[in-house]
């Protein structure tokens, strides 16, 4: 993947780079992405960012398509990885399928840590499709924002599932799959996406060496 298609905030001296994919149905220059990335980046961390095929191909025709197949997502990631360049320390992760297919490759690349950001535990509706096989021997210190309200896992749900004591819960309160509050919360938007970022830094800045 030339260099030309990923999407960087932050210093390129930064100590710590986070490569971060998209979800399943929007881009890496969603707001929510966008909220992340640029609230996140600065002199400590740079934040990288890039587009699965299918999404790339949207942007050119315009037209909605399915996810790539899972071996095509992988690859991408790996494709990604080789134009990062060097740093300190690494982190890898993303929005729901993003993140889901970074926690798939992050033990074998050996990056510093993992970031997901509403993982999709499970299609909304149907709870016993778990997606947490590779989940429970994750070696990889990892940390996963989840909404309370989430349709791809609350947490009533994943407090049954048996995962990696390498992996950090950190929930949103009253957050969506994109962290969003209902108004009765007496929480916003804006309150939620700062509490999600304030807590990334303070992970990636406990994984530096």
């Not at 220059?29 to 790339?56: H, K, L």
């Not at 197949?69 to 990062?84: C, M």
């Not at 599932?161 to 919360?185: A, C, V």
Request: aromatic letters at 6%.
């Amino acid at each position: 993947m030339p260099d030309n298609s990923l999407l960087v905030n932050g210093s390129s001296a930064a100590p710590i780079a986070l490569v971060l994919a998209h979800g399943a149905g929007a881009p890496m220059d969603s707001p929510f992405m966008n909220s992340i990335a640029e609230g996140i980046a600065g002199a400590e961390v740079r934040v990288v960012r890039f587009e699965f095929p299918y999404m790339a191909a949207r942007r050119i025709r315009g037209k909605r398509s399915a996810p790539d197949r899972e071996e095509i997502l992988i690859a991408s990631w790996r494709g990604v990885l080789e134009n990062v360049g060097k740093v300190s320390t690494l982190a890898i992760g993303g929005k729901s399928l993003g993140g889901r297919i970074a926690s798939m490759i992050v033990d074998q690349i050996g990056a510093a840590g993992l970031v997901c950001l509403g993982y999709p535990f499970h299609p909304p509706g149907n709870p016993e499709r778990t997606r947490i096989k590779h989940l429970e021997d994750l070696r990889t210190h990892a940390v996963i924002l989840q909404g309370t309200r989430d349709p791809f896992g609350r947490p009533d749900e994943i407090a049954h599932y048996r995962l990696s004591p390498n992996i950090q819960m950190s929930w949103i309160e009253d957050g969506d799959h994109s962290f969003k509050p209902t108004k009765r919360s007496g929480r916003t938007e804006v309150q939620n996406l700062a509490d999600a970022i304030t807590r990334m830094q303070r992970f990636l800045a406990g994984l530096k060496p």
